[in-house]
């Protein structure tokens, strides 16, 4: 493929005040955008753009480079130089672009400048230690940062929260059973827990420590009840740590290593993403594993695939996207005109059923008449499906027709397996949360080490919407009680101003988009009260240059809600939206498509240097770099076949999937 060809009139605005895009206009637009998708697919059918994270990553992983002896690698070394360019005007450094300087995020940038030989005169760390006193220096800092100082010599470890083992141990109705907290945080804690125990250490060369970062002027939050409870209990548990070592922890101790073991098998890494894979290797390490134990290397092995190297730099990303990617790029190019049978498509579908998880994770311990799995985030995490990727896939594969019939016969098992599996993860409210059902228990939150504000995973409504999706695709319609439920639950999760929350894309963008999108797909009516308020916020917050953004900043501040520089990926989104109430002839979709005609680039792709993905809201955001390239393709073909919606329909799919287990319903 040519990807130097020009778009020539494609990127040509309209006027704000003609008619709908000209179809020539809109078609070249789509056709270059569609050539550039196309020219980014892998050989064997599969996408993986880029998952962009803030420092913390490049940071950790120098710290991890360190505990192993590698720091000294020239080519590790140019982590340092990612981080040094990544620092704010303010002297420390911020967890998306724009964002506010981040005291934890400062630390251990600081830190691993410091370890690299930075002197601490240099006119950067002068400016980054005053940006870190100024907000409280290392007692400011979150739990897990705190414990990555303790395995350095940086902090006390009897400051540090406790992080029991015996968490393992703990029965399923107890309120600190590890099944209760999010998969994420269940993958980073349980090796924690190992550390946290076992306290290992790691030398500092002489003058590389950061005793200098320390603030006397630090005041900690006033605790709530709850959190003053758990802090008390931490303190007797710290107690209890000190005493000799009891035949309870060591029985701890042996389960929380078997677990995570248990959790590598097929698997890039535990959880397949950074942070436990780091605490992994922290952790073997201090049960006696030698930092050359073939287990230890594969996970650095795992690591170092993370990493982006390029001539001066090398930055690290927090896990790989390849599932999510291709199921939307497949999606994009048949909303925008590929034949359903093309050989792209085809190609990325096999690769798709290729990619189901085919281990009875974490997610069976509350779903244990649920046999069937679904799909996963990235390229090998089979302990972890989740519910999202899974709807996803549902849907595109649903669309799609492959040559013979033995892979269709595959397809359709793989779709009444998947929704099978998708379908019992539905929680009791009628929603989906990501990765388990009913861990939702509120008081996680108030623990000590629950600072990365991930501990549960309830129900969200953009998660809940995609999941409507996938059952109107498939052939489902509102007689079918699990789709009538998730539609009433959406609907309660609309806010005030007729907006939706959006838990996995920056914010209230993303999470309108996908309500108004699920409404259609289940059949409401444009005119309806959800789907007129929610079209009216939307349209309340276009900007001036016909584009809609949300900034990271709407998680904190309120008033920052819808607001924020103009971006492809969240403009495709908006449209979408409008498209989905019956606003495609509008003036404000109008807009929205002149917006991303004049924004793109002439090789067919749209910049964006905006940071729309969400991991945790108010600690860890995301920028997926083929965001600004399938959701405009998808959005302008929308647009193009005039926004027709494909609503439930009785098919071949919904015949083969009327076998799914009565067992399903009974549990609702």
Known sequence: MDRSAPVEEAA????????????????RSLAAARRYLLGLQAPDGHWCGELEGDTILESEYLLAMHFIGRLHEPRIRKAGEYIRRKQVAGGGWSIYPGGPTDVSASVKAYFALKLLGDSPEAEHMARARA???????????????????????????????TVPPELVLFPRRFV????????????????????????????????RGIGELVADTYKPPRPTAWSAFFYALDAVVRGVQRLPQSGLREVALDRAERWTLERLEDSDGLGA??????????????????????????QVEVLERLTIEEPDT????????????????????????????????????????????????????????????????????????????????????????LPDAAERARCQQALYEGLEWHLGMQNSDGGWAAFDRGCEREILTRVPFADHNAMIDPSTADL????????????????YRPLRRAVAFLKEQQEADGSWYGRWGCNYVYGTYLGLWGLMKA??????????????????????????????????????????????????????GLIAAGQRDGPAARRGVEFLLDRQAPDGSWPEEEWTGTGFPRVFYLRYHLYPIYFPILALGLYARKGSARRAHAGPARAALSRIPAVLEATR
């Open 131 to 161: 940006a870190v006193l100024e907000r409280g220096g290392l007692d400011a800092c979150n739990s897990f940062t705190k414990i990555y100082l303790a395995i350095f010599g940086q902090y006390d470890w009897d400051r540090c929260p």
């Open 12 to 27: 040509r605005p309209i006027a704000s005040d003609s008619m709908p895009a000209p179809g020539d206009w809109l078609e």
């Open 523 to 576: 059949g409401e009516a444009p005119a309806s009260e959800a789907m007129r308020r929610g079209a009216a916020w939307l349209v309340s917050c276009q900007n001036r240059d016909g584009g809609w953004g949300e900034s990271p900043a709407s998680y904190d501040d309120p008033s920052q809600k819808g607001r924020g520089p103009s971006t492809p990926s969240q403009t495709a989104w908006a449209l979408i």
């Open 273 to 298: 993403i950074f942070p436990p894979i780091v605490n992994t290797i922290f952790a073997l390490h201090a049960r006696g594993y030698a930092l050359d134990h073939p287990t230890i290397r594969k």
């Open 464 to 479: 809940t919407a995609r999941g409507i999706e996938a059952m109107a695709e498939i052939g489902f319609g509102t007689e």
């Open 176 to 207: 600190l059973n590890i099944y209760h907290m999010s998969a994420w945080s269940r993958a980073i804690l349980v090796p924690l827990s190992i550390i946290s125990a076992l306290r290992p250490s790691c030398a500092v060369p002489e003058g």
């Open 314 to 401: 090398l930055r690290v990303q927090p896990c790989f996207s390849p599932v999510w990617d291709t199921a939307y790029a497949v999606n994009a190019l048949l909303e925008s005109g590929s034949r359903r049978d093309s050989e792209e498509v085809v190609r990325a579908t096999r690769w798709l059923l290729e990619r189901r998880a085919d281990h009875r994770g974490d997610w069976s311990r509350r779903r244990r008449s649920v046999e069937r799995t679904g799909w996963y985030f990235e390229y090998a995490n089979p302990f972890y499906p989740d519910c999202d990727t899974t709807a996803q896939v549902l849907s595109t594969i649903s669309r799609v027709v």
